[in-house]
């Protein structure tokens, strides 16, 4: 269906509006030369570019034309950032202190196979240093190939935010990939479009664009196609062209695309091109400095053993210094970084499946520890489908019926007569006005079901026109577009200008009631229009109050006859026409979201644009608020100080008929507190407010370009469910961090103990390097893994949110450590101190406390899965990938053991049953240790203490004010 055909057609025709003059325009696509003018495009004028182009802005390409364009001219995008080698990526691999630490290992070990009997078999002289480097070279490959996953994971996330642009095609506007537009397409931009092109304006209405990208100017910089350009004017001058990398901050333009990818000005300038700066998370950072405090420790305790070797005496240097190696190996989680990496990687692509999009990695840890959300109203907690349920209008009350946007319905007097064919004059002045003051178009789609395009809001509006048998057809062809003032979120109300049949220039307004009604100064009656009185007023607004009450959304008519749009203001004294009152319903699932959000300690308010008591009424519909809960207007707020403002913070639940700057305000309130803040906006004001909250989370369908630019995150659908969804994967994604650091640390406290035990007292030590690597990275590996995509816990979301200064581990987690370190190297000393202390026997005794300390942890990862709770109340259960996991682990350490082709390289012996039986009862044994020790961990601390404490640094009093399960 082309523009002029559709329900929502508009009749346009402007002096600033060359592109739909029908002597230009001539032919559905954009056939001529792009630059081949005697002047560049921006000094062309508009007229002589689009005549010699052929071009309609109306009708725009074919997508026939547009797919060869797209294969003559390639995709509309800036040539990829030189990208790492693979090479490279795997040698970084190496470059990091763990490695090179087991690099020298490898070293010694070479020297004491070279200084080894000769007598001895190549593989038992150089086995260790062998299996040692396969072992690094190995997770060399394991984390490339974990980085290139974790990459890929990005990438594809990336794209899944990538720009979209309005174009027009065959006729119709549509929203199609910014990598699509080819030149010659004509571009529909307005306020919070990201400009997906280089192109010439055509036609303009108060236009201004940023162009801080491009020119280093922030100032938003005013555009006009009809402006006059000189040739050589610079870009920052070239007021009739937008350009790629710029944001449209004011107006609305259409626009025909002249050069795309790395032919615009930005691709042009090579050095804009540079890689993004990798940026490591809060997360990786604490995790670097984590690991090498580890080292220290490590290397101080090599140290210590070394020097307490050379003390005693009696073994040769390069035994001793193999014992300290051994020591430092095995104490270093080495798969720590690698396992992390993977975690928080596949933890996004999880969250993207819900249709949360995470466009900044750190956002992924700080969702778990989110206090606030602040969420807008419309489309967020409510479906954005707008119905108009009642009318009031000359001081009566119409109800209408009917469904969706669907014309078909009536519009009943208090008799319940549908008075479509006989509108009183007020009414019928509305219609009219609603219809024209709107950029919405409705289509029926394949399902033959109404739907809009544009704001819900005009579409409904367009509905009622349709239902009152004023369709924008049979108006729209008396009046000539003039100008628009067009809507805004600070503005809350839009004017279109329009010249009738007679010449007057008459200004369509509508917008909320707070800003209008003060503006009226008419009143349109039955009986015509008379001045309106403060009686009126009240009578009006206590109307408005009365729908608003009822959750309705309400917006007042008006306009004004005989206006000039060059006046300065053009919406001043107004005939006030009528009331207009809308249902959104609540979207599905957000009562239940609301209430996890409680339950999860996590305090969720309401920041809308709309009336405090349409606003209130949804918030109570959906279980927002609750006893004692406030809520305060933008004008409020306003005349509130900071301080005041501080005070009231955490009793306020809604806000209401707020502005963008005074979001900012808000976030900054609830962060002085000690919150961690999630923060929804759509609009190109809400941009600095989603950069100050800690989650910025933008609208993938309905916000702007700019607002996802700021975000953190992006809700595909727009869902206020989809945060609560986030924040509960976040915290998933945390805890399983912690899950598996414990498990690695705590597995590896006991090959500290043992070795260093063992060591320092005992003639030999009881591990070869090759052992404690083989346990570190080979099967403690797996089950780290497995750990880190462990189901999220069922009470993860019926906890008080972690505080943000929470470190990785809490000190009950360093006591579980020591603990967990403790059992394990005693039973693994057991093993080995019950084996008489000669050499012959020493095979017996490693092969024991080597096995013992590769199964215990196979066991002692299922406690890992609950800090607090049994391994009996995980839920579920089993967790498959663990099961694997640990099986995995089991056979491939049984290979070691048993292949008699690897016992010289391991230096181990078949085990008789007997043996197997102690060792697997000793290996066991961690499970009731640690239950034990839970049981009696849960007796001291009766709730964990996220249940009972808010963020730390709140001031007393106002934690207990956050909802708590
Ligand atoms: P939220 O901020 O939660 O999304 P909202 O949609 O009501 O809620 P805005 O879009 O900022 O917030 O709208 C603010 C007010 O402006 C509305 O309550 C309404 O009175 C008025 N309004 C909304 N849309 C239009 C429009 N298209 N034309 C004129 N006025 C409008």
């Not at 049979?474 to 200008?497: G, N, Q, Y």
């Not at 007679?502 to 707070?514: C, N, T």
């Amino acid at each position: 269906m082309s523009e002029n055909e559709s329900l929502g057609a508009r009749k346009v025709g402007t002096a600033r509006d060359v592109a739909t003059d029908p002597s230009v325009n001539t032919t559905g696509s954009a056939r001529g030369a792009l630059t081949s003018g005697a002047l560049p495009v921006h000094a062309e004028d508009v007229g002589v570019f689009l005549e010699r182009l052929a071009v309609s802005s109306t009708d725009g390409m074919s997508e026939e034309e547009a797919r060869r364009r797209l294969a003559e001219h390639g995709p509309n995008r800036l040539p990829d950032p030189p990208k790492k080698s693979a090479l490279l990526k795997l040698i970084q691999q190496f470059a990091n202190p763990l490695v090179l630490t087991l690099l020298a290992a490898a070293v010694i070990a070479v020297v004491v196979g070279i200084t080894a009997g000769h007598e001895e078999s190549f593989l038992s002289r150089f086995g260790d240093a062998i299996a040692i480097l396969l072992i690094v070279i190995l997770n060399a490959f394991l984390g490339y190939y974990q980085e290139q996953r974790a990459e890929a994971a990005l990438e594809a996330l990336q794209k899944l935010s990538a720009p979209n642009a309005r174009v027009r095609r065959e006729g119709r506007s549509v929203i199609i990939a910014a990598e699509t537009v080819v030149p010659g397409d004509i571009l529909e931009l307005e306020a919070g479009d990201a400009v997906a092109a280089d192109a010439r304006l055509v036609q303009t209405i108060d236009l201004a664009t940023e162009e801080a990208a491009l020119t280093g100017e922030s100032a938003a910089a005013g555009k006009d196609a009809l402006a006059v350009v000189t040739a050589d004017a610079p870009l920052g001058d070239r007021l009739t062209m937008v350009f790629t990398g710029t944001s449209v901050v004011r107006g609305k333009a259409r626009a025909v695309v002249t050069s795309t990818g790395p032919k615009t000005e930005l691709g042009k300038i090579g050095e804009m091109i540079r890689s993004v700066e990798e940026q490591k998370t809060p997360l990786e950072e604490r995790l670097d400095k984590f690991g090498s405090i580890i080292l220290k420790v490590c290397l101080a305790l090599s140290v210590v053993l070394l020097g307490w070797g050379l003390l005693r005496g009696g073994r040769p240097l390069h035994e001793l210094l193999l014992e300290a190696v051994s020591l430092a190996v095995a104490a270093i989680p080495e798969g720590l970084p690698a396992i992390t990496t993977i975690t928080l990687a596949l933890g996004m692509q999880r969250m993207a499946r819900r249709g949360a999009i995470v466009r900044k990695l750190p956002a992924v840890e700080t969702l778990g520890a989110a206090t606030i959300i602040a969420s807008d109203k419309t489309g967020t907690l409510t479906q954005n489908e707008m119905t108009v349920r009642k009318v009031f209008a000359g001081g009566r009350r119409y109800i209408v019926t009917g469904e969706g946007y669907d014309p078909s319905g009536e519009i009943q007097d208090d008799q319940g007569k549908d008075v479509a064919d006989t509108l009183p004059a007020p009414l019928s002045y509305l219609m009219a006005t609603v219809a024209l003051c709107n950029n919405a178009h409705l289509e029926q789609s394949e399902e033959k079901r109404w739907v809009v395009v544009g704001d819900p809001t005009e579409g409904a509006l367009l509905t009622l026109s349709a239902k009152g048998h004023l369709p924008r057809e049979s108006v729209a062809p008396s009046h000539s577009f003039v100008h628009e003032l067009p809507f805004d979120s600070d503005r809350k109300r839009m004017t279109v200008i329009t010249r009738d049949d007679r010449g007057r220039e008459i200004a369509h307004v509508k917008g909320s009631i707070d800003t209008l009604l003060p503006r009226c100064v008419k009143y349109s009656t039955d009986t015509g229009v008379r001045a309106l009185e403060e009686a009126d007023r009240v009578a009006i607004t206590e109307e408005a109050n009365a729908l608003s009450a009822k959750a309705l959304r309400v917006l007042a008519v008006c306009r004004r006859v005989q206006v000039s749009k060059d006046e300065a203001d053009v919406e001043r004294e107004l005939t006030f026409l009528g009331l207009v009152a809308m249902m959104d319903p609540p979207r599905a699932g957000v009562t239940e979201a609301v209430a996890t959000c409680k339950k999860a300690g996590v305090r969720a308010v309401m920041i809308t644009g709309d009336h405090r008591l349409t606003a209130t009424a949804i918030a109570q519909e959906i279980g927002l608020w609750e006893e004692g809960d406030e809520t305060i207007s933008g004008a409020e707020l306003a005349a509130m100080d900071d301080a005041e403002l501080a005070k009231r913070i955490m009793s306020l639940r809604v806000f209401a008929r707020t502005t963008a700057e005074q979001k900012l305000r808000i976030v900054r309130a609830f962060k002085a507190r000690g919150h961690v803040v999630a923060m929804t906006g759509d609009g190109v004001n809400d941009a600095p407010a989603l950069r100050e909250a800690h989650i910025g989370v933008a609208m993938g369908r309905g916000g702007t370009d700019v607002a996802r630019q700021a975000a953190d995150l992006v809700l595909a659908d727009d869902n206020f469910a989809t945060i609560v969804d986030a924040v509960r994967e976040g915290r998933t994604i945390y805890r399983n961090i912690q899950k598996f650091i414990f498990f690695l640390l705590s597995s590896n406290m006991g090959l500290l103990v043992a070795v260093f035990f063992v060591s320092f007292f005992g003639k030999w030590p009881p591990l070869t390097p090759l052992m404690i690597l083989w346990i570190n990275l080979v099967t403690n590996g797996l089950p780290a893994l497995a750990l880190g995509i462990d189901p999220p816990d069922p009470h993860l979301m019926r906890e008080g949110p972690r505080s943000p200064d929470e470190g990785l581990l809490q000190a009950r987690d360093y006591l579980g450590i020591a603990y967990v370190g403790g059992v394990m190297g005693l039973c693994a000393i057991l093993l080995y101190g019950m084996s008489p202390q000669d050499e012959q026997s020493l095979l017996g005794a490693r092969a024991l406390a080597f096995s013992l300390l590769a199964l215990s942890p196979l066991f002692h990862a299922w406690s890992c899965r609950s800090p607090r709770l049994s391994l009996f109340s995980s839920r579920p259960l089993i967790s498959l990938p663990l099961l694997l996991s640990v099986l995995a682990s089991a056979a491939i350490h049984l290979v070691a053991l048993l292949v008699p082709a690897l016992r010289p390289v391991f230096r181990t012996y078949e085990l008789s049953p007997d043996e197997w039986m102690i060792l697997l009862g000793l290996a066991v044994l961690i499970i009731p240790a640690v239950e034990i020790a839970k049981f009696v961990y849960r007796r001291l601390y009766p709730a964990a203490p996220t249940e009972l404490s808010g963020p730390p640094s709140l001031p007393a009093g106002s934690a207990a004010k956050a909802p708590r399960a």
